[in-house]
């Protein structure tokens, strides 16, 4: 033992913590693909942009679930918040687009942070009906306004202006899908920059062990409840981006559909995990796309059917199993 | 001088059961004492009420003379309190090394930074590293705890602890579960704290005691029974007769 912390197995072990925030190669797939995406499939762009939508609202739900083991069922509320906010800056004159994102980002983050005050002092089964009846509450408080948000029927009469005063949202949503990429690639990188400090492994830690880290001094309130603010900004940039390229907010953007449908999306992917959501994203809104439309009656079951064969065999979602199978590779060179 | 941790008339009831009862305790610098009493004494209880992870009922909690009685477990951990786990209690998927790190990063205050990478900070991860090191399970660093063999992870639990530099260390049953050909590694490992850490060792295991401590308090059914030295308390005819009248 002395020997090797003389040689190699010191630096060996050190260097590779010291190193493990640094950008990998493969971290550029994911960029790579959805750069391609946009000149291979021209026709599928407003399918592309609801996609990078979902990949950065289910990367909010990743970062407190996966990181901060906080379950949540109710994570579209800060989406809905998020898209009422920009579709009704847009609907009452003032229509430009990366400021209704700013402003959604707020109204969601203090949204978080304050419904997070409150609900975060519980766990578990008690935390996760508390997510849910937020999330519900409000889609109530919006159906019953019926004469700001259009109720039922939806926000009405949203203008966005041209991004930077200069590309239109199109029909063919070209722009749409080069402003949710570029929106989510900036945010990605924040999000990838919490993960690896101290402030984002500690998140990890209250995940392995909470009871340890109120030992260690650490406090854990405090740093759940930053978590799940920022998480609700990111959420609520996401309900923007879908208001200000489809120009219209429904209550659905509220709903419990949305924030169930995610979680499964996580799952898939791999909780805990980056780019759980870049592959589990994809994978599900192009499958529900193709098989939605070949046999809408046995989607549900096509989808449950694969969520129980990954819970039950790939715990950890597909990336998790991509992990060990190169671990195995590794190990039997 | 003030006591490293002091508790006075400390009281914990679960309805009408009280678990720690007017318990008085000093625990002096540098001291290395044992907390022992059957099953159900309430030895975990007061680990937990001194942690804070616990509130009591009544009385005081000091740390240095500080009262800390309302303060939560974070701010007693900053006063220089800590402790292990009679279970372990550790972040079973990350590495061992990392467990460590979070310890130190804590300590250090840096724990909260959302901005550098964790990595860049390289004084923490070679002070964790050192610290595997001195308890002899470098080799094991990169590992995910939980991979390791019990009694591998009872190390990984004293190295978090000591992680945080601390003036008072309880430890609960840090032996527990370890077969007894690997848990001399323990013993010695604790012998060689430095003597200015105030230890409470809280044990089981009579020859652990007999061997770590040089002063022992006897916990019944929440209550002090008597406190001395190892002699005084193996002579003793109460103790023998709850305690190790028990195991004769």
Known sequence: MRADAVGGAAPQAVEALARAHRLKPWELAPWLAAIAAYFLFPSYLPLGAQILIAILFTLSIDLILGYAGIVTLGQSAFFGAGAYTAGLLAAHGWGEPISGLAAAAAVAGLLGLASGAVILRTRGLSLLMLTLVIAEMLQEAANKAGDITGGADGLQGMEVWPLLGHFEFGLFGRTAYVYCLVVLFLLWLVARRIVHSPFGRSLTGIRENEARMHAIGSPVFRRRLVIYAFAAALSGIAGALLAETTQFVGLDSLGFERSGSALIMLIIGGVGRLYGPFIGVPLYMVAQDRFAQADPVYWDFWIGLLLIIVVVFARGGLLGLAERLLRRRGRKP | ?248
């Open chain 2, 1 to 248: 001088m003030s006591a490293a941790l002091e508790t006075r008339g400390l009281c914990k009831n679960f309805g009408a059961l009280a678990v720690a009862n007017a318990i008085d305790f000093r625990l002096e610098r540098g001291a290395r004492h044992a907390l022992i009493g059957p099953n159900g004494a309430g030895k975990t209880t007061f680990v937990n009420l001194v942690t804070g992870a616990l509130r009591p009922s009544a009385g005081r909690i000091l740390i240095d003379g500080g009262d800390v009685t309302a303060l939560p477990q974070a701010q007693r951990v900053k006063r220089g309190l800590a402790r292990t786990f009679q279970l372990n209690t550790l972040f079973r998927g990350l590495s061992v090394l990392e467990n460590v790190c979070l310890a130190i990063g804590e300590r250090l205050g840096v724990a909260g930074d959302m901005h550098r990478p964790a990595g860049s900070r390289r004084i923490v991860i070679d002070e964790a590293y050192a610290a595997l090191e001195r308890l002899g399970i470098a080799d094991e660093a990169r590992r995910p705890v939980r991979e390791l063999p019990y009694g591998r992870q009872r190390l990984v639990e004293l190295a978090v602890a000591l992680g945080l530099e601390p003036k008072v260390l309880l430890l609960d049953e840090p032996a527990a579960g370890v077969p007894s050909a690997e848990s001399g590694v323990i013993v010695d490992i604790i012998e060689s704290l430095p003597a200015d850490i105030a230890l409470l060792i809280i044990e089981h295991d009579m020859d652990l005691v007999f061997r770590l401590a040089r002063r022992i308090t006897v916990l019944v059914q929440g209550a002090v029974l008597v406190e001395g030295t190892p002699q005084e308390i193996a002579g003793d005819a109460r103790v023998r007769e709850v305690y190790l009248g028990e195991r004769a």
